[in-house]
């Protein structure tokens, strides 16, 4: 933890250069559904597959706890499988700063565990990039580190799509050089048998606009189904020259199923995953090997930010304040 007191130490004299300019102007919408979709030949199926053997599963959990002068970005994450790897660790950075000033001089080198300056623009994370952007570069850094030490047996599966924000990675600007670049780096890596597993889809609509419903994805695919595991697909979504193959898949819960969204590199990859992912449902229908990652990435950054917010006595923000507190319930 000598990487989040050095950063402690930090934010106390950053604390009061947030008046040098004025706050940042609310960062573009980045979520939600881009790309264009293409979706010939999609069927539904309610045959399922046992899970094959040697499965790998990742899940990262960031923090962002806005101070005066500074925001800081805190990506913990585990891999977890035949072994297991965490971050902090693996030589990965992951911790972030982003100063909510202009900043002026040269970069400030903070050590191999910050994320000071975009690898994907070239730009000082200071007021000129969102948080959001910010995050999202940090975020993902952990997740290919942790990817890297996969050793390619079996399958892996990742908590949240192969690649996201489509959209704004079409735009110009340093946003869309950052989102471009996390979108090759991430396509680059989850090639293969890599599977990405998204549990929030109430905002897309792909599938509704091939099966012609004025809904969003998850009514679509639970009119589809009839509320039975299964499956919905494929549908192939392009963006930015790159293209992610995707099913919706009907995991069974103590209540029903709860409508996940299964996307691969290769369509073949995509159907065998989502053909046995209804298997591996916990009570709450996400995959248990993402669970068990979920709750190790949570329980690290938890830590972390606990030592952060006891060793700088610089005051974190109301929102800081908020993210704090929910982080505090996890230990």
């Known amino acids: ?22 706050p940042p102007p609310p960062p573009e919408e980045v979520e939600g559904q881009e790309g264009a979709v293409d979706c010939p030949y999609w069927g ?22 806005e101070f005066e002068g500074a925001s800081v970005i805190v990506a913990t994450g585990a891999l977890v499988g035949a ?54 570069e940090v975020r993902s850094g952990v997740e290919l580190a942790l990817a890297k030490a996969w050793d390619r047996s079996g399958y892996l599966l990742v908590d949240g799509p192969i690649f996201r924000a489509a959209g704004a990675a079409e735009r110009g600007g340093i946003a869309g050089a950052i989102y471009r670049g996390i979108m090759e780096s991430r396509a680059s890596a989850l090639r293969g048998r890599a599977v990405g597993v998204v549990k929030r889809i109430e905002r ?10 004025g809904a969003n994805d998850e009514v679509a695919a639970r009119r589809l ?29 103590a209540r029903g199923i709860r409508v996940l969204r299964v996307e691969a590199m290769s369509p073949e990859v995509a159907e065998e995953a989502a053909s046995w992912l209804p298997a591996l449902a916990g009570a709450d229908g996400v995959p248990i090997p ?3 990652a979920d709750r190790i990435a949570r329980r690290l950054n938890a830590g972390a930010l606990k030592v952060l917010y006891g060793a700088t006595r610089a005051e974190p923000t109301y929102s800081g304040y908020e993210v704090l507190a929910r982080a505090f319930q996890e230990l």
Not at 4 to 22: G, H, I, T, Y
Not at 44 to 65: C, H, I, M, N
Request: overall charge negative.
């Open 83 to 136: 072994g297991v790897a965490l971050v902090p660790g693996l030589g990965a950075r992951w911790l972030g700063l982003r100063f909510n000033f202009p900043w002026r001089d040269p970069p400030p080198d903070l050590g191999p565990s910050f994320y000071v300056v975009s690898e994907h623009a070239g730009v000082v994370f200071d007021s000129r990039v969102d948080l959001e952007t910010v995050r999202d």
């Open 204 to 213: 897309a609509t792909y599938l509704a606009q091939c099966v012609g419903e």
């Open 1 to 22: 933890m000598e990487d989040v007191l050095k950063l402690a130490r930090l934010l106390e004299l950053f604390a009061d250069r947030a008046a040098e300019s004025l």
């Open 290 to 292: 993402i669970s068990v």
């Open 44 to 65: 539904v199926s309610w045959e399922t597959a046992e899970p094959p053997g040697g499965l790998w599963a990742l899940d990262s959990q960031t923090s962002v706890v």
């Open 225 to 253: 189904l009839d509320g039975r595991p299964g499956r919905v697909g494929p549908i192939a979504v392009t963006a930015a020259g790159l293209t992610k193959w995707v099913y919706y898949v009907g995991s069974p819960t």
